[in-house]
């Protein structure tokens, strides 16, 4: 059974940065899509960002873009969400997933990890 650990989450400021890591228990990071997706209280829970299996493609919410990057680091198993600029309205619980069943911006996939919480204060 795979296991995704998320850490790097806290309290910032905005404006602020925070970078989040998602460790895999087996070697999976090179060879199925990941994504993060997060769920504030009360909301449903949101893609944010996917990495292809080779990394060779990226993709992002809107509400994300051109402040948040995904990337991933196969010698560690691991895969990153850079997080820049950050606003009061990013706070959330982030989880980290891998091997999407369909659409990689569903939250249908097979693995999740326990979710980090990050909190924005204006």
């Known amino acids: 059974q795979v296991q995704l650990v998320e850490s790097g989450g806290g309290l910032v400021q905005a404006g602020g940065s925070l970078r989040l890591s998602c460790a895999a228990s087996?070697?999976?990071?090179?060879?199925?899509?990941m994504g993060w997706f997060r769920q504030a209280v009360g909301k449903e829970r949101e893609f944010v960002a996917a990495?292809?299996?080779?990394?060779?493609?990226?993709y992002y919410a809107d509400s994300v873009k051109g402040r948040f990057t995904i990337s991933r680091e196969n010698a560690k198993n691991t895969v990153y969400l850079q997080m820049d600029n950050l606003k009061p309205e990013d706070t959330a619980v982030y989880y980290c997933?891998?091997?999407?069943?369909?659409?990689?911006?569903?939250?249908?996939?097979?693995?999740w990890g326990q979710g980090t919480q990050v909190t924005v204060s204006s």
């Open positions: 087996e070697h999976i990071i090179g060879t199925v899509a």
């Open positions: 997933a891998a091997s999407p069943h369909s659409d990689y911006r569903r939250p249908l996939y097979k693995y």
């Open positions: 990495i292809t299996w080779n990394g060779g493609s990226t």
